[in-house]
C-alpha cells in the first residue's frame, strides 16, 4: 500500500500561502482556510491583521506537492501549521469557510485550539472525488477519515445546480455511513464559533450547526451560531466584496444578506481574536 502521509507537503511554498502580521499584535494566530476556491483568502488575512491578529492563509488542495483536489487531503497539514503557530503566539484560532469549515472542526479536536470559527460548517466529513474515485476529503497517518457517501440517484434540478438536496439526501440515503463519519466537535476543548445562512444552497449549513451546538451542549459545552435567514453559502466581512470564481453552483443568499450576516458575526469574531476577552 503506498504511503499517504508522504503526499504531505510540511510547508507550502510562497505562492500557495500568505502572512499577514498585524501592526500591534494581540498574541493570537489564524489559520484562515477557504472552501472549494482553493484560493489564498489574502484580503481577509489583512482584515484580521488590522485587528491585531497574525493569520497565515493558505492553499491546502491543488498547490505545489499538494493534492490536485479536496480529496484524501492530509490533516497533518494542517496540524503543522497550527503548531508552528503555537510556537510564535499565545493563542490559536483556526478559521474555515465550507470545506475548509469541515478541516478546521476535524483537526480541531486532535490538535488542540483556543478557538475554531467556521463559516457555513457541516457536522459530519464528506466524500471527495478525484479521477472516478471516490474517497473521504482527509486522511489521518495515510488512512482515509469515514465519510458521507453521495446519493448517486441525485440529479440537479436547476443550472447552476443547488447541491444543498444533493447533501441532505446523502445523510438520509447512509445514515450508517452519516454516523460514522459525525466529526466528534464535543472533543474540540476551545471556543466555537458557527456563521451560517439560512438560504444557504451548497449544503444545510444552519441545520448541521444545530447538530454541532447539541452534540456540545450533551457534554456541557457551548457554543455561539450567528446566522441569517437569507445569506447563503458565502458570508461578507465588513469591507468585503462579493467573490468570484470557485465550482460553478447556486450558492444563495445576496450581497446584501450576506454582508449582513457578516456585519451580526463581526463582533464575535473580534472576540475571539481578542486574547483579552477569551
Known amino acids: 500500500m503506498p504511503d499517504r502521509t508522504s503526499r504531505v507537503q510540511r510547508v507550502p511554498t510562497s505562492a500557495d500561502r500568505f502572512d499577514a502580521h498585524p501592526a500591534e499584535p494581540n498574541g493570537t494566530g489564524v489559520l484562515l ?62 478559521f474555515g469557510t465550507s470545506f475548509g469549515a469541515e478541516a478546521a472542526l476535524t483537526v480541531a479536536p486532535l490538535c488542540p485550539v483556543d478557538a475554531v470559527i467556521a463559516v457555513a460548517p457541516t457536522a459530519v466529513v464528506w466524500a471527495g472525488a478525484h479521477d472516478g474515485a471516490l474517497s473521504s476529503h482527509w486522511t489521518l497517518a495515510g488512512d482515509p477519515l469515514p465519510y458521507t457517501p453521495f446519493d448517486h440517484n441525485w440529479t440537479p434540478d436547476a443550472d447552476p445546480p443547488a447541491f444543498r438536496s444533493l447533501y441532505s439526501s446523502s445523510m438520509q440515503r447512509f445514515p450508517e455511513s452519516a454516523a460514522a463519519a459525525r466529526i466528534p466537535v464535543e472533543k474540540i476543548t476551545g471556543d466555537v464559533l458557527l456563521i451560517a445562512g439560512g438560504d444557504d444552497q451548497v449544503w444545510p ?74
Open 33 to 94: 482556510l477557504a472552501g472549494s476556491s482553493g484560493r489564498v483568502e489574502i484580503g481577509r488575512a489583512r482584515l484580521l491583521a488590522a485587528e491585531g491578529a497574525r493569520v497565515r492563509t493558505m492553499r491546502w488542495f491543488g498547490g505545489e506537492g499538494q493534492r490536485p483536489a479536496p480529496h484524501e487531503v492530509p490533516l497533518e497539514l494542517f496540524i503543522e501549521q497550527i503548531t508552528l503557530l503555537r510556537g510564535s503566539c499565545d493563542r490559536v484560532v483556526i
Open 205 to 278: 449549513s444552519t441545520r448541521f450547526a444545530q447538530q454541532i451546538i447539541s452534540a456540545r451542549e450533551r457534554t456541557g459545552l457551548r457554543s455561539t451560531l450567528v446566522s441569517h435567514p437569507d445569506a447563503g453559502h458565502r458570508l461578507l466581512l465588513p469591507g468585503e466584496q462579493p467573490a468570484a470564481g470557485g465550482t460553478r453552483m447556486a450558492r444563495g443568499g445576496t450581497p446584501k444578506a450576506d454582508a449582513e450576516l457578516g456585519e451580526r458575526a463581526w463582533p464575535e469574531i473580534l472576540r475571539i481574536l481578542d486574547r483579552r476577552s477569551a
